[in-house]
Every structure is written in C-alpha cells, then in structure tokens.
C-alpha cells in the first residue's frame, strides 16, 4: 500500500464519523437556544440528537446502496470514495442490505417522532415528514444538481427549526436565522465531497475544484454570523464562532489551486467540517456565556 493510498485511507475514515457532526452540530445549538428562555429536558434534548443520528444514519445506508449501484461521474464517490461505506456496511452480505438497514433505522426513527407527536401534535410530523423525504430522495436530487441546496436546507433551516419545535413546541424565527452560518459550512463540506478527478497534464489523477464557490460559502458563514451579532440575533459573545476561520485558513491553503491531489483535497474537507464544528461550539459558548458575563 502507498503512501497516498494510507492517507486516503485515513481521511476517509476521519470524514466518515466527522459527518455525524453534521447533525451533532445543528441538535446541539438548538438545545442551546432553549437555554435562558425555557426549561430544557435533557432528556427531550437526548432524542432530538438521537432522532437526527437516526435520520442522517438512514439517509447515509440510502445513499450508498444508490451510489454503490451506479457509476455516475456525477458522483464523487464512485471514484474518490470508493470504497466509502457506512456503518457495519463491511458486514453486509446481500447488496440489498444498505436498502433494507436505510429504511429500518427509518422506521425507529419513528418511536422517536411518535413521542414528540404525543407531546407536541401534527406540527412535528411536518418537519419529519420533510425530512424523510428527503432522505428517500437525496441521490436523486444530487444528481439533479440540488445536492448543495437540498444539504443547505436539510442540515440548516430544517433540522434546527424542527430540533427547536421539538423541545419548545413553539415554531420560531430564531433557529432559522441562527442555522445559516452553520448550515452553509455544511453546505461547504457537500460541495467538497462532490468534487470531481481528473487527469493533470503529467498523468496524475488531481480533483478539480471551484475556489470561487468555496470562497463564497465560507465568506458567507462568517459574514452571516457577524450580521447575527449586529442584528442581535446572537449576543456579542457568539463572535467566538469566528475561531472557525482558522481550520478554514488551513483548508484553503491545501486548496491553493484550481485542482489538487486527493490527499490534499481530503485533507481539505477535513478541515472543512473542523471549521463547522468550531464554529457551532463558539456560538453555543457564546449563547451560553451571555447570561453570565456582561460585554456591553
């Protein structure tokens, strides 16, 4: 095995379990808002982040029976990822079992609505039932092009305003506003696990890469974050989100190119998610430290 294979290698498994904060993230921070302004149950807060796990885990079995059956160049994980595969996947014997898992863990997801629905009513089915679709029809969205949106509004807006219905009961403003900065850095993270091979002029295979867009979103994340603080949406504390800008400097730098070499590009998405998960703990830090320390 070469050097590059092990890296790759590594930062696969590394992207593997570092994409669960893609729901870790928004679940925490919805929690968080409830902090101050009513009582949280650890308990309800404890099925929110398990209903998302449940939902992302499902989408993820979903996703890889669909893309491990085709070969569409459209997808970078026929050919980047290859090999890529969710949980306990390796144990499958039938190549329908990704299928069957998706829409098992699906289904538990359900007990986990069910005891929301008992508490709340038919607003939570809502969002659930959004989000299930979603799920279901994720790869057929991305290779339609609306992958980048479809995680935007999934891993944002939706799962953050239904994670904040959830513990309130109440549908609010708040969470919406709040998920855009962290939602378009997950939108950050899809974009890069979508990119696409190609062969450099000495015969390496290279990723190929639009800057322009990955300056855009992270400018964007960090600029909707300041405008949070300005428009008091957020407390001033909730700057220390901007502590995500460092592991976004370093995944731009192993992007210094159009194209890159694909330990450097998966090295580069680490970083990417790095930024996400920085960015949430120092706006939930900051949400938290307003009722305690005074700035202004």
């Known amino acids: 095995m070469t ?11 590394q992207i593997k379990y570092l994409l669960f904060s893609a729901s870790i993230i928004p679940a925490l921070i919805s929690g968080v808002l409830v902090y101050g302004q009513a009582q949280l149950h650890l308990f309800d807060w404890f099925l929110v982040i398990l209903g998302l796990l449940l939902g992302q885990a499902g989408g993820d ?7 491990n059956n085709h070969t569409d160049q459209r997808d970078a994980h026929t050919k980047i990822f290859a090999g890529w595969q969710p949980l306990f996947a390796r144990y499958f014997k039938s190549a329908k079992t990704p299928f069957y898992v998706g829409i098992a863990v699906l ?3 359900v007990f986990v609505l069910y005891y929301f629905y008992l508490a709340i009513g038919w607003k939570i089915l809502a969002f659930a039932a959004v989000g299930g679709l979603i799920a279901l029809t994720f790869t057929f969205l991305m290779r339609k092009g609306f992958k980048e949106v479809t995680v935007f509004v999934t891993f944002g807006p939706l799962s953050m305003a239904g994670a904040y219905l959830a513990l309130t009961g109440q549908i609010a ?65 909730s700057l220390l989100g901007l502590l995500g800008i460092v592991p976004a400097i370093l995944m731009r730098k192993k992007l210094a190119s159009k194209s890159a070499s ?5 090295s580069a998405t680490v970083q990417s998610i790095f930024a996400m998960i920085v960015t949430g703990i120092g706006m939930m830090a900051g949400w938290i430290l307003q009722y305690h320390f005074t700035v202004f």
Not at 3 to 13: E, Q
Not at 61 to 67: D, E, R
């Open 3 to 13: 050097d590059n294979t092990t890296k790759r290698s590594a930062y696969i498994l």
């Open 173 to 237: 403003y708040l969470p919406v506003w709040v998920s855009i900065p962290v939602g378009l850095l997950i939108t950050l993270v899809a974009y890069l696990k979508g990119a696409r091979i190609k062969t450099s002029d000495d015969g390496q295979h290279v990723v190929s890469i639009k800057n322009n867009l990955i300056d855009f979103l992270t400018y964007l994340a960090f600029v909707s974050l300041m405008a949070l603080v300005v428009f008091k949406v957020l407390p001033v504390h």
């Open 262 to 266: 694909i330990p450097q590009y998966l």
């Open 61 to 67: 079995y979903l996703y890889y029976y669909f893309t």
């Open 107 to 109: 289904l538990v997801n």
